[in-house]
């Protein structure tokens, strides 16, 4: 169930905010009843889900506008821009689970 929940959320976030991510990590929270696997699978979705497309348009040709952006942000590599973006995306995801992971605590208590 998780591998579809991280194949459903790479491809439907090319479509989606940046915030999307916030949805699907809801739906790990739902899932896991141990409050360390919702937020370990919550925070792994987040940089599979953001990583994964990051390194994808980093090959096919965007390896102009992120290296950019990284002199933009004054980053030496452009490899910290991945690895920023790929835990605040993390980070955000696992808030995300947690909070739904206790919701669900609290209406089937």
């Known amino acids: 169930m998780i591998i579809l929940i991280f194949i ?19 739906f790990v929270g739902f899932y ?17 889900s953001w990583g994964i497309p990051f390194i994808y348009h980093y090959l096919n040709d965007g390896k102009i506008i992120i290296e950019r952006i990284s002199n933009m942000l004054q980053l030496e590599y452009s490899i910290i821009l991945l690895l920023v973006t790929a835990i605040l995306a993390g980070i955000i995801s696992a808030i995300s689970s947690l909070c739904c992971f206790y919701l669900k605590k609290i209406i089937f208590k």
């Open 8 to 26: 459903l959320s790479i491809f439907f976030l090319q479509f989606l905010p940046w915030w999307g991510i916030v949805i699907f990590g809801s």
């Open 32 to 48: 896991y009843n141990k409050l360390y696997d919702a937020f370990l699978f919550g925070f792994l979705l987040g940089v599979a």
